[in-house]
């Protein structure tokens, strides 16, 4: 177990069937979820609740209230992220207001198109109108996007929105968005999902984009927490390195 201070940037808190997608076995109570992520050595965990294809935007609230109150109950571990959807774009600016204003919340995402029912749809014209007022309140953008144009768009017509890509994925891919991620000030990388298992992949990252452009991030309960800790681990990179990737990006990015 090491002795840094760990902030799982990406993860979806599961609380009844349709938010939990672990792959072989039911997650169980957040409690216990918590646990897992606590025994893989993370010592706070930040994300928000997802669905496949909401059918209403009131559903989409369902989660967000979810997460507020999953942050009251465990307020020093759990660092909450809202949804919002392109296809309510009125509904989802004043849900960014509610949770901003009202409950002090500072990261959106990770939006997760594919799954809930809008692809990469995050350069149109409602999504824009979303992303319009985010930085009214300083809040972080994670999101799930496989076609680098589309990032490059959000991140010129936002240069004063954070944003973080979420996956480095592998090989010529890998190399685009972690180039892309280089090319932008406002955009950063967290490391879940596809990519740590690639030996050297974090490396390369701090090579091309520099020790303060990654954020470390699992993606649990989809996947499990400890292979990411661990895999961070073993590159052996520079202790600098680790405390800017496993805690200090994050707590810049938000300001704490
Ligand atoms: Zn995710």
């Not at 209403?56 to 989660?63: A, M, N, R």
């Not at 929105?161 to 979420?166: H, K, M, T, Y």
Request: hydrophobic letters at 40%.
């Amino acid at each position: 177990m090491s002795n840094f201070e760990i902030i799982d940037c990406h993860i979806h808190p599961a609380i009844d069937k349709k938010t939990d997608f672990r792959w072989y076995h039911k997650s169980g109570g957040v409690k216990k979820q918590f646990d897992d992520l606590k025994r893989a050595g993370i010592t706070k965990a930040c994300g928000s609740l997802v669905v496949r294809n909401p059918a209403s935007f009131k559903e989409i609230k369902q989660l967000n209230d979810a997460a507020l109150s999953i942050r009251d109950r465990y307020p020093g571990f759990y660092i909450p992220g809202i949804q919002i959807h392109p296809n309510f774009p009125d509904e989802s600016c004043r849900e960014i207001e509610r949770c901003c204003i009202g409950h002090g919340v500072r990261w959106i995402g990770e939006l997760v198109g594919y799954l809930m029912g809008f692809t990469d749809d995050y350069a149109s014209k409602n999504m824009f109108q979303i992303l319009k007022i985010v930085p009214k309140f300083k809040a972080v953008v994670n999101f799930h996007c496989a076609d680098l144009n589309v990032v490059e768009r959000v991140c010129k017509r936002f240069p004063e929105i954070n944003f973080v890509l979420a996956h480095p994925w592998e090989g010529e891919v890998f190399l685009s968005r972690i180039k892309t991620v280089a090319k932008f000030d406002n955009l950063y990388l967290d490391c879940s999902g596809t990519g740590i298992d690639r030996y050297g992949m974090l490396r390369k990252a701090v090579e091309i984009a520099g020790r303060k452009k990654l954020l470390f991030g699992s993606d649990y309960p989809i996947n499990n927490p400890a292979v990411y800790v661990h895999g961070a681990l073993f590159e052996k990179l520079s202790e600098r390195f680790y405390r800017d990737f496993f805690s200090g990006n994050f707590k810049k990015l938000l300001g704490t």
